[in-house]
């Protein structure tokens, strides 16, 4: 069966980094585009950023460009997302998601697939 495992989540300070990681199976991972999401307290989820099939294209969302970087490893089934200079507003859980199509990450409601999520809380 289909399987989304992220790890990598915590407590981190103001201005810290962590490093999410999410483990897949079960479907083909290499002709999947696959994105985070998170799920701020209180919200609906949200888009974080995305990377394309073959690794070729990415996105992020304005507010964690340039201190989040995802990146995918197809020969290992894994998708990661560094993040830096974590902010108070960046707690949430946050989600690994399967994508059919690489132009569907624009659209949270086409994930496919979803992982149970991890937590990132940032406070001081």
């Known amino acids: 069966q289909v399987q989304l495992v992220e790890s990598g989540g915590g407590l981190a300070q103001p201005g810290g980094s962590l490093r999410l990681s999410c483990d897949a199976s079960?479907?083909?991972?290499?002709?999947?585009?696959m994105s985070w999401a998170r799920q701020p307290p209180g919200q609906g989820p949200e888009r974080v950023a995305g990377v394309y099939k073959d690794g070729s294209g990415k996105y992020y969302t304005n507010h964690v460009g340039g201190r989040f970087t995802i990146w995918r490893n197809n020969a290992e089934n894994k998708v990661n997302l560094q993040m830096n200079d974590l902010k108070p507003e960046d707690t949430a859980l946050y989600y690994c998601?399967?994508?059919?199509?690489?132009?569907?990450?624009?659209?949270?409601?086409?994930?496919?697939?979803w992982g149970q999520g991890t937590q990132v809380t940032v406070s001081s």
């Open positions: 079960g479907f083909a991972f290499g002709r999947s585009a």
């Open positions: 998601a399967a994508v059919e199509d690489d132009f569907d990450m624009a659209v949270i409601s086409r994930y496919r697939y």
